[in-house]
């Protein structure tokens, strides 16, 4: 029940192109969907977040759309551009009144193309 | 723009040995957090610290592993006697509210057990 479901493994997209990831997730007390965005060699960065109380969250090029109702988010990268190519994470985390930690997704490689 | 800090960045130990990682999170945070990320893999919880104890661990958490603030400015993890299996990329992070907030990541430890 605390899984996260990323989809799919890996993508291919043209420069200028529409990259869109997607997640599900089973627990119904998660309540915070960050997605965060790894180059090789780095850490995990904070990319952008959302919480359920909205459906959709823009923030340049990317925004995070969510489905409450079916347990589902998504994150569309807008005008992708060679730079974006990287492995992207959906995470997880539910209001526990502690330092609660991210349920992570299996990532998503991404390659844009010139 | 602050940001987390680890040592080493790669350290080779051999099995049944201790070692310990070493974090400096961002000064005004107040939440740590240690994950795991096995070559190829996800990005996993392991355990999180407020007020100089655990908040949450993981079940990967167990006897071997154990976290401390030694001072003001770091946060450590040790493993008491490694095993090949702990062969990883270990990301410490931190954040400035409880969760669900966003948590910074630092730019990891490569631990590799021989």
């Known amino acids: 029940q605390q899984q996260v479901k990323q989809s799919p493994q890996s993508l291919i997209v043209q420069k200028g192109g529409i990259s869109i990831i997607n997640c599900a997730y089973e627990n119904t007390a998660f309540d915070y969907f960050p997605w965060y965005q790894q180059f090789p060699g780095k850490g995990p960065a904070l990319l952008i977040a959302i919480r359920p109380d909205v459906s959709e969250k823009k923030e340049g090029r990317f925004t995070i759309s969510f489905n409450k109702s079916a347990k589902q988010f998504s994150l569309h990268i807008m005008d992708s551009q060679p730079g974006d190519s990287a492995t992207y994470f959906c995470?997880?985390?539910?209001?526990?009144?502690?330092?609660?930690?991210?349920?992570f997704g299996k990532g998503t490689h991404l390659i844009i193309q010139p | 723009e602050p940001e987390v800090t680890q040592t080493p960045s790669h350290q080779v130990t051999q099995m049944g040995q201790e070692v310990i990682l070493r974090c400096v999170p961002i000064s005004n945070h107040l939440y740590f957090y240690w994950y795991r990320q096995i070559l190829g893999q996800k990005v996993e919880f392991l355990v999180s610290f407020y007020n100089n104890e655990i908040s949450e661990k993981s079940e990967i958490f167990d006897d071997q592993f154990s976290v401390e603030r030694p001072d003001g400015s770091n946060f450590t993890l040790k493993i008491r006697s490694t095993k090949l299996e702990d062969s990883a990329m270990y990301f410490c992070a931190s954040s400035q509210l409880p969760g669900p907030y966003e948590q910074y990541f630092g730019p990891g430890t490569r631990l590799t057990v021989t």
């Open positions: 995470a997880a985390s539910r209001s526990g009144g502690g330092a609660d930690g991210l349920t």
